[in-house]
């Protein structure tokens, strides 16, 4: 689950600077169109191929539904179920959401504080660490021993998500030019104006990449944390529904949140993506073409 | 030996007996004695690694020393946290997230100037480099020549008693350097501020000084000064003139001289 998104990072990445290239001639951008529209072209056309011939084998093969449902029925079903599904998707997104908010907040947070206090940042560093370190699946089922289970759920969402925003701000924050933070001292900038006018621009491209990675694992961790509180009976999210799903062998129902779910992880992806597009476009080399 | 002494009028600030020992045992400075007189051109000539961008930072208060001591003139400019000095990185050194207008204010923001007060300077000092009309460019739009106008306009919009310039122009192309080292002249000339260049360009330091002292390695100390009579304003028929090559043989000499007393090849 955490493959799909760092490949899809590096496709995207590059589409932006493509977009950037002014001047060019004619003939240069009419090959950057026919290679945009490979890219778009490619993946759906695997995509028609790939569903035609699971369609086929089903029908063909004469596999019942409760073994492996064609594709053609897990879209009536998501169709039949979409007031049932689409609660479960707000539930899970909120969810996400709210994890995403606390972790951004959280790792942003944390990160100024460890640049501001080496003592913090050696007493509290590894606990984040470990923190990280410990699957999520494992951490739930405590939780939900001392928490409700939609605070529970919030809180996995959060220790999946908060640690790459932290790592990457920390990164950020102690990567500044060291002329420029020479020319601050210079005209004696205080440690506040340091701060907000040179250490979080500088760590901006860092910590929009933390994010955009922490997008994603809320999600994860939301999932995670749900699957573990619908063992203990609670819950109404779509990873919910797949367990509910599951008990009552309605496989379909479990592809169709199955499907949700990763149009949810896209989504809040490319969102993502955009918002770190939107603020870097003006200056960062990440979002701009080299110069001739 | 080419040094002479110049006359003497007051120092701006004073070196006397400085050293720098770095963290990592290196010995950058040693007995260092420099004086910058008031309104000057002082070029700090030496081969790389004599310490004289090291000799510029202990001046601009970013290192300390760890012998001597570094006066200034009574009244004068302290140290760090004055805006009236002003420092030339040998990169532009621009914040990349801010437009040209928002990087040439920066230091009027840190002081606390309000926004309509800093406006005027800030184009002023725009005005003065010739980029006026790029003050809602950002660095990446710029060549390399107009983001170290950007960065000496930065310096100046303070107004600064004692610019201090690192090798600023010792990444850019001869057209461009040449062109920076005119425009720098006038503006010395106009604004009336003493300057301090470090370079380890022979011609550079000639065409543009009043004053050259030639540093030598292990540690960093003054070994020999030169000074450029030539009368200003200087354009290209200094550049051309036999007097111009007379004096860069002369200085020439004497940075060999160093680097053979400073152990090097």
Known sequence: ?292 | MAAVMASRSASLVALRGVGKIFPNGVRALGGLDLDVREGEFLALLGPSGCGKSTALRVIAGLSEPTEGAVQWLAGATRRQGDSRIGFVFQEPTLMPWASVFANVALPLKLKGLSAPKAAERVEAALERVGLASFSAAYPRELSGGMRMRVSIARALVTEPQLLLMDEPFAALDEITRFKLNDDILRMWQTLSTTIVFVTHSVFESIFLASRVVVMAARPGRVFAELTVDAPYPRAEDFRTSAEYAAYCRRASEALAQAMAAGGEA
């Open chain 1, 1 to 292: 689950m955490t493959l799909r998104p760092s490949s899809a990072h590096f496709r995207e990445s590059r589409n932006p600077a493509g977009e950037q290239r002014t001047g060019s001639p004619l003939s240069r951008g009419r090959a950057e169109l026919r290679e945009r529209a490979l890219r778009l072209a490619l993946p759906i056309i695997v995509l028609a191929v790939g569903l035609a011939v699971w369609e086929l084998v089903v029908r063909l093969a004469n596999i019942p539904p409760y073994v492996l449902p064609a594709p053609g029925l897990i879209l009536k079903t998501l169709v039949a179920d979409r007031v049932l599904l689409a609660q479960s998707v707000l539930v899970t997104l909120k969810t996400t959401f709210e994890g995403f908010l606390l972790a951004a907040c959280g790792g942003v947070g944390l990160a100024v504080i460890f640049n501001q206090s080496r003592f913090i940042e050696y007493s509290f560093y590894p606990y984040a660490v470990i923190l990280q370190v410990t699957p999520v699946i494992a951490i739930a089922p405590l939780l939900l021993v001392y928490l409700q289970p939609q605070a529970a759920v919030l809180v996995c969402a959060w220790i999946v998500a908060f640690f790459p925003v932290l790592a990457n701000t920390t990164l950020g924050l102690h990567s500044v030019d060291r002329n420029l933070a020479d020319l601050f001292s210079l005209y004696g900038a205080s440690r506040l104006q340091i701060l907000w006018n040179l250490k979080l621009p500088w760590a901006l491209p860092y910590m929009l990449g933390g994010l955009r990675i922490a997008g994603g694992l809320s999600l994860v961790g939301a999932v995670a944390a749900e699957i573990a509180a619908s063992s203990a009976g609670a819950g109404s999210g779509l990873a919910y529904r797949i367990s509910e799903a599951q008990y009552r062998l309605n496989i379909p129902r479990m592809f169709a949140a199955l499907l949700l779910l990763s149009l949810a992880g896209i989504v809040i992806f490319y969102l993502l993506s955009l918002i770190n597009h939107l603020a870097l476009r003006h200056w960062h080399e990440s979002a701009l073409e080299r110069e001739g």
